[in-house]
């Protein structure tokens, strides 16, 4: 199906395990983003990725790896999760990263740290 | 560095009662674009509209209504007639340049969470 998708959907992990979280996308799109929603602060980005092996730090990026060697993948790790990690992420992404193009999400990923 | 302040945590009203969801915002960026997305209870994240800095004009796309004015970096959503299905929450976001690096990222609003009472 085209869009944008993620897996898993829900996750349950223990501290101190290593987590990724998948994204694909089916538009081709140059950018693709990765943001955390907790309540009280909104969506903050995590990490974004302007092509194939181009990834840059977002607002919150400690504890979390990036990679992107194709350009519909855009995984995120967590290398050695913690309680604070607990959040829902979203991944998104757009055409060309101008402030003209729009975001389109995923559907999230539910990540609960124990 | 830029700020969107959505001051309104949670509104409630009556279905069929009109609502304003209030967006401020601060950017230094002459060039910018905000927008409005839902999150309905199942979690999504859908695009509403987008602006640009430059088109001050009120835009009306069925029951929505959004109110732009640079004087007071404002961009407010207006629902009239309420229905049940409106129910969500709701975020401002503004995009302007992030880092420097003339790549555009979104900022968002804490949201704004809406109950329409049947």
């Known amino acids: 199906d085209a869009g944008i998708t993620q897996s898993p959907r829900y996750k349950i992990t223990e501290t101190g395990r290593q987590v990724t979280l998948m994204c694909h996308q089916t538009?081709?799109?140059?950018?693709m983003f990765w943001y955390r929603q907790d309540l009280g602060h909104g969506l903050r980005l995590i990490y974004y990725?302007?092509?194939?092996?181009?990834?840059d730090k977002g607002e919150v990026p400690d504890g979390y790896v990036v990679s992107r060697s194709k350009t519909e993948n855009f995984p995120l790790t967590l290398e050695s999760a913690t309680r604070s990690q607990t959040s829902v992420y979203f991944c998104?992404?757009?055409?060309?990263?101008?402030?003209?193009?729009?975001?389109?999400f995923g559907p999230g990923t539910r990540l609960t740290v124990l | 560095a830029q700020k969107v302040t959505q001051a309104q945590t949670e509104i409630s009203v009556v279905e069929k009662e009109d609502v304003t969801l209030d967006c401020v915002y601060e950017?230094?960026?002459?060039?910018?674009?905000l927008f409005w997305y839902k999150q309905p209870p199942s979690g999504e994240l859908v695009f509403l509209i987008r602006r640009n800095s430059f088109d001050e004009q009120n835009e009306i796309s069925g029951r929505y209504s959004w109110n732009f004015q640079k004087s007071t970096s404002s961009f407010n959503f207006t629902i009239t007639a309420s229905q049940v299905v409106d129910s969500a929450v709701y975020f401002c976001?503004?995009?302007?340049?992030?880092?420097?690096?003339?790549?555009?990222?979104?900022?968002f609003g804490k949201g704004t969470k809406l109950s329409v009472i049947p």
């Open positions: 998104a992404s757009s055409e060309l990263g101008r402030s003209t193009d729009t975001q389109y």
């Open positions: 990725s302007a092509a194939a092996d181009i990834t």
């Open positions: 976001a503004l995009s302007a340049s992030y880092s420097g690096a003339g790549s555009y990222q979104l900022t």
């Open positions: 950017t230094r960026d002459t060039t910018y674009y």
């Open positions: 538009w081709s799109h140059s950018y």
